[in-house]
């Protein structure tokens, strides 16, 4: 029985299978290292693993609220895992919580939705940023370029999501592939005494096929969406292409890397500086400048003017394009750390099923020597549903799923996926008809008219509305990929409000990225170690370099670099208390535990809303101004009590909730 397969068959059944963590993504409820179709032989009717049961649990590694990892192990700390084993939903304590916030959250949102509506005096200072709604008597915040742009086309969208698959099926129709199944003999485990069924995976020639067969449609259908997308830019955009693939495979072994980084990151720079390279502006340079008053224009230059005026349904091709520098860098350095593992297939030599690899493998095993050729890399950097959003997925990782069909894919889950995103959707648009925190921002208003409490929750739903319209295209493109076959990680496994941790907050958000960082940036420098104070320097030289890249990559700002800084400023404390407060001394006081982490829980929140209302709503000014609103006299202060204490409850709920995971075998380690 599948993981998500919830025993039953009625409708309340399928409801509750809708929310399943294995819904959305199986990598939440099956270990990296572990084949998807070994993680469900070893599931029972319920879907938990039978070595996940009871005291099973304890052999797990999670991370505290203090900051450091824990390994939680059968000999330390078995009064804090005694306290985690013990449900605590239906425990005095918790009827308390269960009070807190069944009054909290009403007046979270009524305290949003006050100021959102006509009567209020400053309505008019911000109504010319809201449209027209098709909820009646209310309009709709659509004030923000990159949800409006999205809503404007979802019909789009969803004719893509319709023709794309279609397009193919039509392909493998024309170009079709013989079917194989296993024969004795062949590499990858698919001998006589291969540990898996023999008729379970495809022949290497059927498998290559099959990967020709996808990479040649996505090769096609790639070139036909530049076109549509950027129309004549798509010259510029596969030049730059052309030359990272040129620096990829044709230079000496040694000099892959830091020419990769270092081109990659002048392409970053450049787009942004020359505003995407009219071609205009090239042509002038071409022809030695520009025309003079009163001359007729140059041939090459009215040629470029020409070429310009045709730029396509996203004539801002180098906005979009960060994404796909990520794909670039990926490509280059996956050939790069192949070239070092070319004596031996590792999939030979561990006796792995190739149709049926853990996501580990399939991220680190190298693809074949002949699969770095120029039309699966373009394949892979332009894959349509990922193209423009991501979520971001390994070269490696891309093709050993265009060789083999993933067994996550499963149309059962998809449908479930899909209505899990149309939820997301409806949730959105709902909370912009009733909320217009993204109006109100923009109208530049006068915070010293908004109470403590208005100014405070203003704040904490502009972060609502940006985790949301960042996780409906996130959710819509996966869509879009699981339906052709794809399967890319899920970029948000919380919703932004359910974390404490500074950082684990980082395996929740964007997690794609995240993973990417790791393997192409974190590991390669050393990774961290506070063991030392000059293990510890290294190490925050380390993140400083990572999120110094994350802020540029996002976009070339001052306000983004301070949000990168200070998010790096914000690690340190947790990871301070994680050494002053192990939990190895607290095995004997679990509940004082668990209220020393949610009191600095509660400070991490504090400091994450802050790092990102400056870096991704209002800035470093915005966000003293919105600091003195709220402690400009001892009624700001008592909110900011109210309202910590709060956020302490709310934490409470959130350790609970981590521990139910971890009772079914789950830990996502945020």
């Known amino acids: 029985m599948a993981p998500n397969d919830t025993g039953g068959r009625g409708p309340l059944s399928f409801i509750k299978s809708i929310y ?18 070994r993680r469900q032989n070893d599931t029972d009717g319920n ?64 305290v949003a939705y006050d100021v959102s509506r006509p009567s209020d005096p400053r309505y008019k200072r911000y109504e010319p940023w809201l449209s027209e709604g098709w909820i009646p008597g209310r309009k709709i915040d659509l004030s923000d370029f990159q949800y409006g742009n999205l809503r404007r086309n ?43 069924p023999r008729s379970s995976t495809p022949t290497p020639e059927a498998a290559d096929a099959r990967l020709r067969q996808r990479t040649s449609y996505d090769f096609t259908f790639a070139l036909l969406y530049l076109v549509i997308l950027h129309g004549f830019s798509v010259v510029k955009i596969l030049t730059i292409l052309l030359v990272n693939y040129k620096i990829g495979t044709a230079l000496p072994k040694k000099y892959i890397p830091a020419t990769t980084w270092i081109f990659n990151l002048i392409v970053l720079f450049a787009n942004e500086l020359c505003d995407g390279y009219k071609f205009k502006n090239i042509a002038a340079i071409l022809t030695g400048g520009a025309t003079l008053p009163g001359e007729s224009p140059n041939v090459l230059v009215s040629l470029g003017e020409w070429m310009d005026s045709y730029r396509g349904l996203q004539p801002k091709w180098a906005v979009l394009f960060n994404i796909t520098i990520l794909r670039l860098i990926s490509f280059n350095l996956d050939y790069y750390w192949s070239l070092d593992r070319r004596s031996g297939s590792p999939i030979e030599k561990k006796q ?159 997690r794609s990225y995240y993973r990417w960082l790791l393997r192409y ?18 190490s925050i030289v380390t993140y400083l370099t990572v999120f110094t890249f994350v802020a540029l990559w996002h976009d070339i700002k001052m306000r983004l670099l301070i949000w990168g800084w200070l998010i790096v400023f914000f690690f340190l404390p947790e990871i301070i208390a994680g050494y002053l407060f192990p939990r190895r001394q607290w095995e004997a006081h679990p509940v004082k535990y668990r209220m020393l982490c949610a009191a600095g829980g509660v400070l991490n929140v504090i400091m994450m809303i802050s790092a990102n209302l400056v870096g991704f709503a209002v800035g470093l000014d915005g966000l003293t101004t919105i600091v003195k609103g709220v402690l400009r006299d001892w009624g700001g202060m008592m909110f900011l009590v109210i309202a910590s204490a709060t956020l302490f409850v709310g934490i409470q709920v959130m350790f609970e909730i981590r521990s139910s995971e971890l009772r079914k075998g789950i830990n996502l380690k945020c």
Not at 69 to 98: C, Q, V
Not at 166 to 172: M, Y
Not at 403 to 427: M, W
Not at 526 to 535: C, E, I, K, L, M
């Open 521 to 538: 940036i974190y590991i390669p420098l050393g990774g961290t170690d506070f063991r030392s104070w000059v293990g510890a320097a290294k």
């Open 20 to 37: 399943d963590l294995d819904t959305i993504d199986t990598r939440f409820t099956t270990p990296s290292g572990v084949p998807y179709r």
């Open 352 to 510: 792995l099923d190739p149709a049926n690899l853990s996501e580990r493998d399939r991220v680190a095993i190298s693809a074949h020597s002949d699969d770095y050729t120029f039309t699966n890399y373009l394949a892979y950097a332009i894959y349509a549903p990922l193209y423009l959003t991501g979520p971001i997925l390994t070269f490696n990782d891309y093709i050993s799923q265009s060789r083999y069909k993933p067994a996550t894919i499963e149309t059962s889950r998809t449908i479930k996926y899909g209505i899990r995103f149309l939820l997301v959707l409806l949730s959105m648009e709902i909370i912009l008809h009733f909320d217009y925190v993204g109006a109100i921002t923009k109208a530049r208003p006068i915070w010293s008219s908004y109470t403590p409490a208005q100014i405070s929750l203003l704040s904490f739903f502009n972060l609502h509305i940006i985790w949301l319209k960042l996780l409906v295209p996130w959710r819509l493109f996966r869509l879009w990929s699981l339906i052709d076959g794809i399967d890319p990680p899920e970029n948000m496994i919380r919703c932004v409000s359910n974390n404490y941790s500074t950082l684990s907050f980082w395996r929740s958000w964007h």
């Open 154 to 196: 979802l019909p789009v969208m969803g004719l893509l999501l319709i023709f794309h698959p279609l397009g193919r099926q039509l392909w493998n129709f024309i170009f079709p592939v013989r079917e194989q199944q296993t024969r004795g003999g062949s590499g990858g485990g698919s001998g006589r005494n291969s540990p898996f």
């Open 47 to 110: 879907g938990k693993r039978e070595d996940d049961r009871g005291l099973g649990l304890l052999e797990r590694t999670t991370t505290s609220s203090g900051g450091a990892s824990n390994t939680e192990t059968g000999r330390e700390g078995s009064g804090i895992k005694a306290e985690t084993l013990r449900t605590k939903w239906g425990t005095p304590e918790f009827y308390l919580y269960y009070l807190v916030v069944a009054i909290a959250v009403p007046y979270m949102f009524w």
